[in-house]
């Protein structure tokens, strides 16, 4: 009897244990791929880069970087870039494994860096099928200590940087007209924070906001037809939609401390920071006017700056938990957001993968590119003073 | 399919429209000045504007023109700055006293306006502490209408954290740029 029992146990436990092991591995099984969305977790593409001047190789390597691509020897990579830049750009890439050249090309653009450019955005549709983003641009702005700053516009990396504003005022918040070379922006150059519409082909610029309070924080809509915005001539800084020229304001909240509004990419709704019940949240109201629905946020304290990503998947924002850091969630509420690195004010690129946001370093601000994947980072070339608050043009 | 034919016709009056505008002022490059009837003043908002239903600061502000036109005296109410808390636009009881030399002020002189102005330590994101700032000159303006002075005489406006008076990183610092500035306003002289 008593044998039995023992036997029986031993069993019983034998059992179990296998149960638990099993769990266990499927446990670290999980832990290590995390097939929910990869953020931050998903390795870099190793890849060989060969043959071409230093210049040449520097631009490869950023643009490939920020986009989740990491640099080995030639026979450790998965796939080996190579080529020449005396004169224009010859490039080729092979994937080792396939022993197969995926892309043969050369390029004859006006500038070496625009070619080189022009190979990376090849190479990243040629590896993953998506566009890249080496020909994008961003808008930002420029601070000086005095608080006086500039809007700027520059290629995605900080190269080719210009001012498109001459006005030594105190300016923020840029955002473009999706697809036009148009941008709002928010400038005291009237002596109260009014918002500014600005044709960068033209030069033409208008007020399109200029009322008693706050008039900032703009945000074009998908369409270009309507812009959002920070207002407080209603008696608190609320959500706003007026036209593109900023008629017809309609006020679409209640809520008394919202700040930064965003689109979905749809144009049916826009997501910005409130506070509701005593606590800082994203939340988000259909942008025709409708009830207000709070974003969970859980475990990311105070976020704020939300912008919702072009493929409509995501919303990034920055939370702050003492430092501040960047935060990707599903723009569904699926999962919980995934803190990412530290960082504010993040700016999708128009695939949806790489951010755009501002670090502080000593006393002012640097911008730096995020991977969203990798968490691979880097600061982008700076203009002297204080850059922040970065628009990826899409 | 549909959307996008309703779209272009909309693009196109805008373009034309902004067109029109930028002809008349014949500056292309500078900035178009507000004026009675344009876009951006108050006085334009259509029937579908919805103005009204203010929050609790003190209600809905007063045309921003009224103000434009005045003179700042930034030293008469120098002295009365009322500092905040971290993150928050309460006013607190032992600021009360410079709002009431502020009402006081004010009452003594009908011809007279005022431009509150929030200002943020550096913690907070910059829009953000744009919002707040924003707030903590609300409720300076609502602590004065509370006070008798006519909220259509006071206008605000925020600074964020673009407008520090001490630079510093620590809290002796901060706790300084958290406030709200009163500024004077005479009507121009000879107007």
Redesign the interface.
Known sequence: MKIRLEIYLSVLLTALTVVLCRGQDNQNEITITRPTSGLGTTPPIPVSIEGFGSDVTAILKFDLYVQGFTFVAPDAAQYQISGTSAGNVVGRVADRFAKTTILSRSYNGSTLRGQAHAFADDIVFAITGKKGIAQTRIAFKVQAASGAGEIYVADFDGHNAKAVTDDGVIVSAPAWAPGRSVLYYNSYKLGNPDIFYHNLKTGDRHVIAHYSGSNISPAASPDGSRVAMVMSHGGSPNIWVAGADGSHPKKLTSTSEDSSPCWSPDGQWICFATKIHERRVLAKVPAGGGEVQVIRTSGTPNPTEPDWSPDGKWIAFTMQAGEFDICVMPADGSAAPTILVRGEDPSWSPNSRTLICARRSGGHYVLSLLDVYTKQVKDIRQISGSDSEPAWAR | MKMTKL?YP??LA?AV???A??CRNHK?????P?GPGQ????N???A?????????????????ND??SMTPDRAALAAYTVHFAYDSSVIRHNEEAKLQAVASKLNSDPSTKLTIEGNCD?R?????N???G??RA?AAREALAKMGVDPARI??????K??PVD?G?EESAWSQNRRADFVLLHPKTGA
């Open positions: 779209v909309m693009i805008l429209t902004l067109a505008t930028g292309p490059v500078g900035v178009t507000i876009a951006g003043n108050p334009d908002i259509g579908g504007g919805t103005m009204g239903g203010g929050g609790a600061g003190g209600g809905e502000q007063a045309n921003i103000f434009d550096e907070g994101t910059e829009e953000y744009r919002s707040l924003d707030r609300l206008r605000t406006m925020s600074y964020g673009d407008k630079p990183h």
